[in-house]
T-cell receptor, first 112, second 115 residues
Framework: GENVGLHLPTLSVQEGDNSIINCAYSNSASDYFIWYKQESGKGPQFIIDIRSNMDKRQGQRVTVLLNKTVKHLSLQIAATQPGDSAVYFC???????????FGDGTTLTVKP | NAGVTQTPKFQVLKTGQSMTLQCAQDMNHNSMYWYRQDPGMGLRLIYYSASEGTTDKGEVPNGYNVSRLNKREFSLRLESAAPSQTSVYFCASSENRRGWDQPQHFGDGTRLSIL
């Protein structure tokens, strides 16, 4: 399953499928990017980050892809599980200016 | 390790009342932050503290004050609460001074309603 930016803020996938969550960022000077997961009633939790000198970074079951040309960030979750159900949002940071901007988020629902 | 602890978890105020939101971290982090989260909007930075003894305004500082009491604690004060300040408030910390190139660790928030 895949969403496209703010126009589709929800994503529903079957357990075991791969999920792709997209984020369009706005500032070409941003050089550090983070994906956070936020469960209902909880604070955001760090998932994975990437710096602008990279275009791909992998973690455990998650991969972040960065396309600076079109200012696009994506989070891929492999073998999505019910525990992955949450809101996911990206954050872009211009580290020189000390300024971060957080996206609105995409709600991921995993159906058993 | 508790991480970032916020108190209270919930609060209802009347317009014009004042209150202080408390935040403490036990990770020996240098930088601390206060955000608000409103429906349909991303987190917005209210104030931050790059190190003990320093504070700086963020994107939406009006109506708020902060105190970096010591390295562990960073409080947010509403002097005269307004309905527009109804929101969920998150405190966060990061390891380095001016830790913009690091992930932040968040508390579980304070849900504040102003009537």
């Amino acid at each position: 399953g895949e969403n496209v930016g703010l126009h589709l803020p929800t994503l529903s996938v079957q357990e075991g499928d791969n999920s792709i969550i997209n984020c369009a960022y706005s500032n070409s000077a941003s050089d550090y990017f983070i994906w956070y997961k936020q469960e209902s009633g909880k604070g955001p939790q760090f998932i994975i980050d990437i710096r602008s000198n990279m275009d791909k970074r992998q973690g455990q079951r998650v991969t972040v892809l960065l396309n600076k040309t079109v200012k696009h960030l994506s989070l891929q979750i492999a073998a999505t599980q019910p525990g992955d159900s949450a809101v996911y949002f990206c954050a872009e940071t211009n580290t020189n200016a000390g300024k971060s901007t957080f996206g609105d988020g995409t709600t991921l629902t995993v159906k058993p | 390790n508790a991480g970032v602890t916020q108190t209270p978890k919930f609060q209802v105020l009347k317009t014009g009342q004042s209150m202080t939101l408390q935040c403490a971290q036990d990770m020996n982090h240098n930088s601390m932050y206060w955000y608000r989260q409103d429906p349909g909007m991303g987190l917005r930075l209210i104030y931050y503290s790059a190190s003990e003894g320093t504070t700086d305004k963020g994107e939406v500082p009006n109506g708020y004050n902060v105190s970096r009491l010591n390295k562990r604690e960073f409080s947010l004060r509403l002097e005269s609460a307004a309905p527009s300040q109804t929101s969920v408030y998150f405190c966060a910390s990061s390891e380095n001074r001016r830790g913009w190139d690091q992930p932040q660790h968040f508390g579980d928030g304070t849900r504040l309603s102003i009537l």
